[in-house]
Nanobody, 112 residues
């Protein structure tokens, strides 16, 4: 059974940093691309950052230069380092492995 679990969300002040983690089990993790998505109420879920099985990365324009996605295949983990956070980064952040396996999400709130 495949499990995807995000962690690391929380409340942070504007300009602060958070590191999100995505842990996977029950899957040959290294074979899959992984994406971090986010969603706010009333809006569609949007791709924030992605990383291929080979380590190639891509970012949404709104986070480029502030967020960094990385993976550790030995630990079946993907990370999203978020720096210089803004209020508009407030959302529930989700991890997607491949095209099918979603986590439950972790809330990120950027507020003073």
């Amino acid at each position: 059974q495949v499990q995807v679990v995000e962690s690391g969300g929380g409340l942070v002040q504007p300009g602060g940093s958070l590191r999100l983690s995505c842990a996977a089990s029950g899957i040959r993790f290294s074979d899959y691309a992984v994406g971090w998505y986010r969603q706010v109420p009333g809006k569609q879920r949007e791709l924030v950052a992605g990383i291929t099985s080979g380590g190639r990365t891509n970012y949404a324009g709104s986070v480029k230069g502030r967020f960094t996605i990385s993976r550790d295949n030995a630990k079946n983990m993907v990370y999203l380092q978020m720096n210089s956070l803004k209020s508009e980064d407030t959302a529930v952040y989700y991890c997607l492995i491949g095209t099918y396996y979603w986590g439950q999400g972790t809330q990120v709130t950027v507020s003073s």
